[in-house]
C-alpha cells in the first residue's frame, strides 16, 4: 500500500474526528512508519484488518477535506506568508543597500511583527 503522506496534514485537522482505533493505526502507519503487519500485532486484528481500518479512516479525512477544505487553506496561507515574508526580506536588504531610511525599516519591522503573529496563529 503506498503511503499518501497528504494524510499527515489532513489528520492534523480532522484526526479528532476518526475513532480512536483508526487515528492511533494512522499515526503508527504515517507518523511511525510501522507496518500493517506491526500495528496488527499490537492491536491483535489480522494485516488486512489493519488495512481496511486505514483505509476507512482515510476516506474520512478526505472527505472533511473536500467539505471544509481547512488543509488546503492552511497551506494556501502559509504559502502566501511566506512569499510575503521572502518580498520584505528584498526591501530590507535595498534599503540597506539603496536608502537607509528610518522609515522603511520601521515599516518592516511592523509587517515582520504581524507576520510572526500570523504564523503562530496558522501552527
Known amino acids: 500500500?503506498?503511503?499518501?503522506?497528504?494524510?499527515?496534514l489532513l489528520l492534523?485537522?480532522?484526526?479528532?474526528?476518526?475513532?480512536?482505533k483508526q487515528r492511533e493505526a494512522l499515526e503508527l502507519y504515517y507518523n511511525d512508519?510501522?507496518?500493517?503487519?506491526?500495528?496488527g500485532a499490537d492491536f491483535g486484528i489480522s494485516r488486512q484488518g489493519?488495512?481496511?481500518?486505514?483505509?476507512?479512516a482515510e476516506a474520512i479525512?478526505?472527505?472533511?477535506e473536500e467539505k471544509?477544505?481547512?488543509?488546503?487553506?492552511?497551506?494556501?496561507?502559509?504559502?502566501?506568508?511566506?512569499?510575503?515574508?521572502?518580498?520584505?526580506?528584498?526591501?530590507?536588504?535595498?534599503?540597506?543597500k539603496f536608502y537607509r531610511s528610518k522609515d522603511i525599516n520601521e515599516s518592516i519591522k511592523v509587517i515582520l511583527s504581524e507576520l510572526d503573529a500570523l504564523d503562530k496563529l496558522n501552527e
Open 1 to 8: 500500500m503506498a503511503k499518501d503522506m497528504r494524510i499527515t
Open 12 to 20: 492534523d485537522f480532522y484526526g479528532e474526528l476518526l475513532t480512536e
Open 33 to 39: 512508519d510501522l507496518s500493517l503487519g506491526e500495528i
Open 50 to 56: 489493519v488495512r481496511d481500518n486505514i483505509k476507512r
Open 61 to 64: 479525512l478526505f472527505e472533511m
Open 68 to 96: 471544509l477544505g481547512l488543509a488546503e487553506k492552511f497551506s494556501r496561507i502559509k504559502t502566501s506568508l511566506d512569499s510575503i515574508r521572502t518580498q520584505v526580506d528584498i526591501i530590507d536588504q535595498k534599503n540597506i
